[in-house]
């Protein structure tokens, strides 16, 4: 945003500066200089040369006038350190009136409104928020209140280069090539994989895709790839079979169902047969336990059993 700002600024090196009276130039001067340090802390000689940059002052003037812009600024409100060691001989501006005024319990409410969105959300729709969240924090100089709304999204701790890169790999189904670190194992491994899709699952992105070497689907966090080694484009594009459950779901929850799960019949009073199509059996399990106990598994049978020995291995854990 700050960017935009100074570029479109750019335009005042077209003006004749002898057609701008001299209360222009200090408004001028003013916006110019309150963008350059809302960008980074700036040291006089810096501010100078931006200026004879956009051909808003001239080498022969005097650094005085520079001073005089700083304290236009202090009078319309901003707070400029002074630049001396502390801040490296440079500008740093810590408050000024034009930020975003968010309480703390609007930020809260859009908190809780997001929460209820964001499990249906696609990863496009996932990364506009983030940019979104981030452009408000920007204007935000309460370090905790910018803390929490950039804490909003998912997608806070991830690369976001990463995430983007992934993401078009997985549009030509790319074979990528990685190194990752599994939670089930102290040791990294190398993984060759066929990328489909990137997904969010409970707050965390999953790549999707099939395993060349154990040849089968898999659902890996992008969290955990500790580097890449390699992409190559895919000769043979492996058809991911979908693992179908059918299961009997007493209510819904907030969010609803996903798109890969349909309505077989039922009704509100006697609960609704549903049958649902995962990429492969973590994430079949995964959304089967999200129900609870609203949820039964009628088949397949195997997956059932499956999930009635992890509830078991639950209930030890909790009960000691």
């Known amino acids: 945003m700050v960017k935009k700002f100074l570029e479109g600024i750019k335009v005042f090196k077209e003006a004749n500066k002898e057609n701008l009276c001299q209360v222009s130039l200090t408004g001028i001067r003013s916006l110019i200089l309150l963008g350059l340090l809302v960008d980074k802390p700036r040291s006089l000689s810096e501010i100078r040369e931006e200026f004879i940059k956009y051909n808003i002052m001239e080498d022969y003037h005097s650094d005085d ?4 812009d700083l304290n236009t600024l202090r009078t ?9 060691k502390r801040t490296n001989n440079k500008f740093v501006l810590t408050k000024h009136p034009f930020t975003c005024n968010i309480a703390t319990e609007e930020l ?4 809780r409104a997001f929460n209820r969105i964001k499990q249906n959300l696609d990863l496009k729709a996932l990364l506009q928020f983030d940019a979104l969240f ?3 924090a920007d204007n935000i100089f309460d370090k905790e209140l910018k803390e929490e709304l950039l804490g909003i999204s998912p997608l806070k701790h991830y690369n976001l280069d990463i995430i983007k890169e992934l993401q078009e790999d997985c549009k030509s189904n790319k074979i990528i090539k990685f190194i990752y670190k599994s939670p089930t194992s102290d040791k990294e491994t190398e993984k060759n994989i066929q990328g489909n899709d990137i997904i ?13 070497n154990f040849q089968k689907a898999v659902s890996l966090n992008v969290d955990r790839i500790k580097s890449i080694i390699s992409k190559k484009d895919n000769d043979n594009n492996n058809i ?7 299961f009997k779901l007493k209510k819904f929850n907030v969010q609803g169902l996903d798109d890969n799960e349909n309505i077989i019949n039922g009704t509100p009073n006697d609960g609704y047969l549903i049958e649902g199509k995962y990429h492969n059996e973590f994430l079949a399990y995964q959304r089967i336990l999200s129900f609870g106990s609203d949820c ?16 078991k291995r639950m209930r030890n854990i909790y009960n000691g």
């Open 200 to 212: 969010m699952k409970n707050d965390k992105i999953y790549i999707q895709g099939f395993d060349i």
């Open 65 to 68: 006038i520079l001073r005089i």
């Open 134 to 136: 981030t452009k408000l």
């Open 296 to 311: 039964t598994v009628l088949e397949p049978e195997n997956f059932k059993q499956e999930i009635i020995e992890k509830l």
């Open 240 to 246: 991911v079979e979908k693992i179908t459950v059918k």
């Open 76 to 84: 319309f409100g901003c707070e400029i350190s002074r630049a001396d």
């Open 108 to 111: 809260h409410i859009l908190k």
